[in-house]
């Protein structure tokens, strides 16, 4: 029985595996919104501008109470901020290793909380410009400034590592993130 | 091979609104939160009733937020679990089919054929997947009736749920984790 049963489940190629909630997909996708909307479109002086830094602070704030009571692969404790992990994770990419992660791989979770933490310094140097104590104070403006070009840095980061590992792992990461179900390939194992 | 019943789409849907409902009322929360902040900081004092009121509502917004957080983590885990359930059942499934075909000696052109009236495909339709004459799947069809005794398409489906539905009888099986 259990070798027929074998049989079967490899012969069953691909299987689908729910990974991100429609919460976590909702705030990722609107926090990109927001980025793109902020550091491309808006006028940097406008209110509309603050309105979308608010919405982007209150979206990460929302994503980072949601690790901590979420379900399991959203969780802090899913993709731990562990540079020795990310250190393991690249010298097995160097190897040829093809692992794949079911949340985030420990390089790509260093690059949420990055992104999460530069998006926080965005959030708090933009409200400070607001404030009648900082407005106008020449090293605020200038850590906004510098905070958006290192979070520019970090999407295209981002960007190019979740393209990376969509072809390197044969996880497609994009559709997992609009669909919510990653397409494991028959056979592997996953972390 | 996605099979897909009606449950769990209308769970997922109930999910998808349940975290919007969530996002949108935090931002709402946000808002009260800061604008409550924001008086106080203007005005230094919390007697006012429209202050008051404030954080009532901001108040009200955060226990929102977190008790719709709760639930959906509860659907989410119910899907899961409803989805954990079918995957043992699929995997099951799927080996009765091959110990019946194996016993059947059937050959690996018969394996197709069969499985493929399983899956509710007519002989046209059969012959057109495998690329060979309507004649020659009726023909692998015939030869499938006779290698499991039975007569007929309806009746060779029904084996496999007569299995599916003795199989809840045995203690320890895999379905049993359904329920």
């Known amino acids: 029985m259990t070798t027929v049963a074998e049989r079967t489940s490899g012969r069953a190629s691909a299987r689908q595996v729910a990974v991100w909630d429609p919460l976590v997909r909702l705030i990722h996708w609107m926090l990109a919104l ?30 980072l109470v949601w690790a901590t009571v979420g379900p399991r692969h959203a969780r802090f404790s899913a993709f731990p ?97 609009v669909t919510g179900c990653k397409n494991i390939p028959g056979g592997q194992d996953v972390k | 091979m996605t099979l897909r019943l009606w449950p769990v789409k209308t769970k997922e849907r109930r999910a998808t609104v349940l975290a919007g409902l969530i996002l949108l009322q935090a931002l709402c929360a946000l808002f009260f939160v800061s604008d409550v902040v924001e008086d106080f900081r203007l005005d230094g004092k919390l007697d006012n009733p429209h202050l008051a009121l404030e954080t009532v509502a901001a108040f009200a ?4 937020v977190v008790f719709l957080m709760v639930e959906l983590r509860a659907l989410l885990s119910r899907m899961s679990n409803m989805q954990t359930g079918l995957d043992i059942a699929h995997g099951q499934l799927a080996g009765v089919i091959e110990e019946f075909f194996d016993d059947w000696h059937l050959t690996a ?15 046209d339709s059969i012959a057109r997947v495998r690329k060979t004459a309507p004649g020659t799947v009726r023909a692998q069809a015939t030869s499938v009736y006779a290698k499991s005794r039975t007569e007929g398409r309806a009746q060779f489906i029904s084996l496999f749920i007569e299995e599916l539905l003795a199989g809840s009888d045995h203690p320890d099986d895999g379905v049993r984790k359904l329920s």
């Open chain 2, 109 to 123: 052109a018969e394996r197709d054929v069969a499985l493929m009236i399983l899956k509710g495909l007519d002989n």
């Open chain 2, 61 to 64: 917004l955060i226990s929102g």
């Open chain 1, 81 to 177: 901020p562990s540079p020795a992990m990310a250190l393991r994770h690249l010298r097995a990419l160097l190897a040829g290793v093809r692992d794949i992660h079911l949340s985030h791989n420990p390089l790509g979770a260093l690059m949420v909380y990055n992104i999460w933490l530069s998006v926080i310094a965005m959030g708090v140097t933009g409200y400070m410009m607001t404030t009648i104590t900082f407005f106008g104070v020449k090293w605020v403006e200038d850590a906004h400034e510098v905070i958006f070009g290192w979070l520019l840095i970090s999407v295209a980061l981002h960007v190019a590592g979740v393209a990376f590992d969509s072809w390197w792992s044969g996880v497609n990461l994009v559709r997992a993130m």
């Open chain 1, 34 to 63: 927001s980025v793109l909307l902020n550091g491309a479109f808006l006028d940097a002086d406008g209110k509309p501008h603050e309105w979308i830094g608010y919405i982007a602070l209150g979206l990460v704030g929302l994503r």
